[in-house]
């Protein structure tokens, strides 16, 4: 994965969760500064980054994986980015 975000400011995050028979990993990665990657005349002039989340779950012998993006105007954070994402505030997107 180390060779997917070369060149790009990117951070990541996981968390692992174990309880109620479960088993559940989240995996964040943010991609940003994009900025210079866009047309300055575009309607997404103020998306500074792209956020990722690979949720993987066990429970009782199946396991499922889910993978959700985002647009974004937070700055490089994927703690944070994994924060407002979990807490399904998009306020803290800053849109």
């Not at 956020?51 to 199946?62: L, N, Q, S």
């Amino acid at each position: 994965m180390q060779r997917e975000f070369q060149g790009l400011e990117h951070s990541k995050y996981t968390i692992k969760d174990l309880g109620h028979g479960r088993e559940e990993i989240r995996h964040y990665v943010m991609i940003s500064g994009i900025k210079s990657l866009l047309d300055i005349n575009s309607d997404w002039v103020n998306l500074n980054s792209v956020g990722m989340v690979e949720h993987i779950r066990k429970e009782k012998g199946e396991t499922t994986v889910e993978i959700r993006y985002f647009i974004s105007s937070l700055a490089n954070n994927a703690e944070k980015f994994a924060t407002a994402v979990r807490g399904q505030s998009i306020l803290d997107f800053g849109f």
